[in-house]
């Protein structure tokens, strides 16, 4: 048998969140702003760990997918998907772009160094391509001054037959957690963007939904929204549920009890002793460890699910494994069901608040050694 433990991916969850999307921008729309923007799912990272195969299934009604591994891109053409693909980061060397001219791959173009490669490329059928600016993370991005120049660039390349349609795009850096911030990194945006045409793209997951930003940017062309950790069933937001966003977990990892001990009072449990028993308890051993992919700064009080009770980790999460307080689940045995995160269990987002860090971070972390099941 093998070790007891998966994460089982739902298809209905990953098509119920970018439903509950779609429907929030269609409730967002005003009589000057009729039409929600088009939809690109971001499915950078595998996904977001749930995988691209299945992510390309799901997300069948976006409007199109956006990621940054050239290879994950050719995986969704092979798949079928024949709607735009968008590469968020764009292309890394000349090399790349006969690829992204044989899969129609659309790219970011966010350095000079990149429109240099253009400038020498010829390829078969002009690519598309969004022009990428800096407002503010300081990541990505030609700055506000080399803006105009850098997009005259590229509407150069289309007069010369390089490139197809050319639009705008930026990123928030704190659309999760300061409207004032976003407000102001968005007036740059509208500012640089004024007058240059073409479709843009500016919001990632916390900008789509929240309400009345997307409706706020200027548009005569059309709007691409990029939604990512709302499709899976995680928040953006700090201060907001998933569940509260409407969105169900895509993910659940889940494993069972491989041990049930009896431990006296004054005992430690697991390396380090980091917990000891106030008194005579029931604990159990669940087959999940960091090598899982399961933060290890999880510590005591972590929640967790015992056959459908909710507990709490105790203890260090070791390699392999970790140690659940069977206290409120006295009827917990070897082989009792044990949610870490998803249906049934805590949101991936409780354990990484738990763990000092996000949802993002533990959904993208699963192991490949953790097996997948798909479930419709
Ligand atoms: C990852 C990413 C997104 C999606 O971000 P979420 O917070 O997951 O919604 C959007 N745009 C860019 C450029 C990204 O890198």
Redesign the pocket.
């Given at each position: 048998m093998p070790r007891p433990i998966s994460a089982t991916i739902s298809l209905s969850s990953l098509r119920h969140n970018l439903r509950a999307v779609a429907t929030q921008l269609e409730q967002a729309c005003t009589r000057s702003r009729p039409a929600r923007p088009n939809i690109w799912a971001?499915i950078?990272a595998n996904a977001y760990g749930h995988g691209i195969d299945q992510a390309v299934s799901a997300f069948a009604q976006a409007d199109g997918l956006?990621m940054l591994d050239l290879n994950e891109a050719v995986r969704c053409r092979e798949l079928g998907w024949t709607k735009p693909i968008l590469l968020?980061e764009g292309f890394f060397e000349p090399g790349d772009i006969p690829v992204l001219d044989e899969y129609r791959l659309a790219t970011a173009l966010h350095c000079q160094e990149q429109l240099d490669m253009l400038a020498a490329a010829k390829p078969a059928r002009p690519l598309d391509a969004f022009v990428k600016l800096n407002v503010g993370m300081n990541r990505l991005g030609f700055s506000q001054e080399a803006y105009p120049d850098a997009y005259r660039q590229a509407l150069d390349a289309r007069e010369r037959g390089v490139l197809n349609l050319v639009g705008k795009m930026s990123?928030f850096a704190r659309a999760d957690d300061d409207a004032v911030v976003t407000g102001q990194q968005l007036d740059v945006f509208n500012r640089v963007a004024a007058g240059l045409p073409g479709r843009f793209s500016v919001c990632?997951?916390?900008a789509t939904l929240t309400p009345g930003l997307w409706t706020t940017v200027p548009c005569d062309e059309a709007q691409w929204v990029?939604?990512?950790?709302?499709l899976y069933g995680a928040s953006?937001f700090a201060d907001r549920s998933a569940a509260q966003l409407g969105l169900l977990p895509a993910m659940t990892l889940a494993a069972r009890l491989i041990s049930v001990r009896d431990i006296p009072q004054g005992a430690g449990v697991g390396y380090g002793h980091t917990f000891m028993a106030q008194g005579p308890m029931r604990i159990g051993i669940v087959a999940c460890g960091y090598a899982d992919g399961y933060p290890r700064h999880a510590g005591t009080g972590t929640p967790v699910t015992v056959d459908g009770v909710r507990t709490q980790l105790i203890g260090r999460v070791s390699m392999d494994m970790m140690a659940v307080d069977l206290t409120p689940v006295p009827q917990a045995r070897v082989n009792s069901p044990v949610v870490l995160w998803g249906h049934g269990g805590p949101s991936v987002d409780e354990v990484a608040q738990a763990a000092g860090t996000i949802g993002?971070e533990l959904l993208c972390a699963v192991a490949p050694r953790v097996p997948r099941a798909i479930i419709d």
């Open positions: 971001v950078k956006a968020l990123h990632n997951s916390a990029r939604p990512g950790i709302c953006p993002y």
